[in-house]
Structure formats: C-alpha cells, structure tokens
C-alpha cells in the first residue's frame, strides 16, 4: 500500500532539490552589490509618501472567506467524485447531505448580497 | 573564500558564463523609462510587428525589481534625473541601459538649461540609439548589441 | 487695419474707464489688441469679463522687451464664444517692480499661466492663492526666460543625482 506514495515522495524531493540548487546557483553565481534603494520601498523613483496600508472596501475579503470555503468542499468532493459509482448508497446519501448543507449557506450569502460590490458614487 | 579560487580563469569558469550569459541574454527583461515621443517607437519595438519577445524580451516590466535592462526614451529633464536615477539604483544587478533616441544619447534637439545633455551624465550606458525617434528595428539592433556584450563582455568572474 | 465695428462698445467702455488716455487700440493682423496701464488692468479685464463676455481666457504669456522702461509685457488673450471674438488685452510691468494684481479671481484658469509667468519672467502677481514654481525646482534661484539668462543655464545651478547609489 505504501509503494502507491513512492512518487508523490519522489516529487516532494525533485522539488526541494530544485528549489535548494536555484537558490544556491543564485548566491553563487549572481552578483552581490547592495545599496540602500534596492532595501526602499518603489514608489516611481520619488521618496515614499504615506502608509503603505490603506483601508479597502470589505467585499474583497468576503469574496476571499467564501471562495475558501467552497473550494475547501471542492476538495472534498473532488476524491469522491472519482470514484463514486464504487461507493454504496450511504455514502452518495452523505456526500448529498455535505452538499446541501454548503448550497443552503450559498443561498443564505447570495441573498444576503453580500458578493455584491456596492460602489457607491459620491459626487459632493 | 573557496569559491574565488575554483573560478580561477579557467575552464569551469568559461563553461559556466557561457551557460549563465546565454540565460540571462536571451531573457533581457526590459524597464522601459519612456520620458517622451521615444517611447512610441519603443511600443512599436514591443508590438507585434518588430517583436521583441522574439529575442527574449517577453515583456516589458514596469517595475525595477523586475527588469534588468533600462531603456531610456526620450529626454530626460533635470527635474526628472532624480527619479530615473532612483529607479535605476533599485534595478537589481546585473543591470544594463540603453539611451534610446537623439535626446537620450546626447540631449537631442533639446539645447536647453532644462535638459540633460545625454542621460550618461548620470547612468552607466551600454548602447546608444541614434535618431529622431529611432526605427523600432535599430531598437532591437540596441538590443542585439547590448545581447552581444552579455555574451562575450560579462563573466560570473566580476560578480563573485 | 480698422478695428473692425463689432468691437466699438468694447473700445468705448475701456476708455471710458481710462480717465488719463494712456489706452492704445491697435489691430495686428486681424486681432484687436489694447495697451492699457498697469492701474486699470484689473478694472478692464473685469469689464470685458462681465459686461462683453468675454468668459474664456486662453492663455497669459510674459515677454521680455529688453527695454530700459516697462521691461515686461503681459498678455491676456480671451475670447468670447458667444460673439465668437477674441481680444489681446497687454500691459506693461516695469524691471524694478515686476508686480501686478492676480486675476485668478476673474479667470480660475488663470492660476497655472500666472504661476508659469513667474517661473519663467518673475512676475509677482499679488494676490495669487499659491504663487510657486510651475516648471523648475522649487529652489531655482533665476528666471530661464529673461534675455540675460543664457542658453544652457548657469553650471550648478540645477542639481544632477550622483552617480553613485550609496550617496543619497
């Protein structure tokens, strides 16, 4: 059973060596001439003005905190959608109910409207 | 340090500049610096017709971290200098420039008290551009110049 | 060239508001242009505003004549769409007090033309809500535009970043 996780094990490694050896080329090879502009924030050539966080408008992160979560059920779903017509009844019937306790949530935020991007125009 | 002597002169050295210069000329990201009517020619040295991500400028990055070659389009006033300069220290090495057009090359039509007089009173150029605006095809013959001197010119040697 | 008859009540009003004479109406190549002393600028200006619609200033330029009296000569040209006529209105400022009132209060376009005449000449105008530099560093210490300044400039006058990047 394990000999099915060999090659996942085997990409982990390819990767870290691949990572390791660019950072490593990079430090060897590359030139090393730091001066105090390249630590400096870019701000088109003049001296920065202002705090670099500035407030943003909420729906951003709503859109953020719902698209975890249905892509966190897309995970879940996606292991059982291979092989599902395996599977008994019982577990299409659990999937079903993980489902639609999701869908209820989904419509309980669509018609709250908080996806919707409410731009208000303030013309003084 | 250990790394200085196994990059003596020697053939370790040559094979790996050859690899390294070969890289990092056929991936020339440029920053385009377009101060005035050069970067119209410099827009069509990146359009489709005189391609330039046919000789690995695939694109144009606007922000210095990004890019490692400056090209400097159009005149540069002394006003401006500052914020050039500036962008051209936060540009991470190794780094090159082209002075692209008559005004960046030498100051141009632009005899003034306002202008600098060719943006290498300031900026370490490595090809200069001649015309008013220059072809987009003599652009890319900067860029084949400058492709050139990374080959034969650069060595990890002076980076070690 | 006369000028031309649609301009008569514009003529008459500027000068009656001249009680000393000194206004000179001239036509150069079509265009009606009126000389009229420093004192009274303000008052013309807001007549031809006002009373002859002449709502759109296009442009405040500053000359130097190079002459011993009066050196600088401004201009306002402002034009009327309604009557689809356009008018030079010029004064003349002297070297020694280069000053005249704003008009930033009868044009608002008037701010940045004013700011460049400035920069350019050094004409103070009294009364302009932010008179500074439009074009050279705020720190310049001449006036590029006049006859005397030369071509290229005075060496150092105008600072080029150093070449290195540790220095700031």
């Known amino acids: 059973m394990t000999d099915n996780y060999i090659p996942i094990l085997i990409m982990i490694g390819i990767a870290l060596a691949l990572a390791l050896v660019l950072m490593i080329l990079s430090r060897i090879l590359g030139p090393h001439r730091p001066n105090v502009h390249k630590l400096r924030p870019y701000e088109s050539g003049m001296d920065p003005i202002g705090q670099a966080r500035d407030r943003y408008s909420v729906s951003f992160y709503m859109v953020a905190m719902e698209f975890i979560v249905f892509d966190l059920e897309v995970v879940f779903i996606y292991p059982w959608a291979v092989r599902f017509t395996e599977f008994g009844t019982g577990t299409f019937v659990s999937m079903m109910v993980f489902i639609t306790v999701l869908l209820i949530g989904l419509v309980y935020t669509l018609k709250k409207g908080t996806l919707d991007w409410n731009i208000k125009t303030s013309h003084s | ?160 | 060239m006369q000028v031309p008859d649609k301009f008569n009540p514009v003529t008459a009003a500027i000068q009656a508001l001249d009680p000393s004479g000194q206004v000179q109406i001239s036509v150069t190549r079509g265009d009606v242009q009126l000389l009229v002393p420093r004192t009274i600028i303000i008052d013309v200006l807001r007549t031809l505003k006002d009373d002859f619609g002449f709502t759109y200033l296009i442009d405040i330029v500053a000359t130097d004549r190079f002459t011993s009296e009066d050196r600088f000569e401004v201009i306002w040209n402002i034009i009327s769409l309604k009557d689809q006529s356009r008018i030079f209105v010029k004064t003349r400022v002297p070297e020694e007090d280069p000053s005249l009132p704003s008009t930033v209060d009868i044009w608002p376009a008037a701010n940045w033309n004013e700011r460049e005449a400035y920069d350019m000449m050094g004409i103070r105008f009294t009364g302009h809500p932010d008179l500074r530099r439009l074009f050279l560093p705020e720190d310049f210490e001449y006036f590029p535009l006049r006859k005397e300044f030369p071509l290229m400039g005075v060496p150092g006058s105008i600072p080029l970043p150093s070449t290195s990047p540790d220095v700031d």
């Open chain 2, 1 to 160: 340090m250990g790394i200085e002597s196994a990059f003596g002169e020697g053939f370790l050295t040559t094979k790996i500049d050859t690899v390294v210069n070969w890289a990092r000329a056929n991936a020339m990201w440029p920053m385009p610096m377009g101060l005035a009517c050069c970067a119209i020619e410099m827009m069509a040295f990146a359009g489709p017709k005189y391609d330039a991500s046919r000789f690995g400028s695939e694109v144009m990055r606007f922000s210095p971290r990004q890019s490692d070659l400056m090209i400097v389009a159009g005149w540069c006033t002394y006003k401006m200098s500052h914020a050039v300069r500036r962008i051209w220290d936060q540009m991470p090495d190794p780094k090159w420039c082209i002075a692209m057009g008559a005004c960046a090359s030498t100051g141009g039509m632009h005899r003034s008290y306002g202008v600098v007089q060719g943006v290498d009173n300031f900026l370490p150029v490595d090809a200069y551009v001649s015309g008013c605006p220059p072809r987009p095809e003599v652009v890319l013959h900067a860029l084949m110049t400058i492709q050139e001197k990374v080959k034969k010119e650069h060595s990890v040697l002076l980076d070690v």
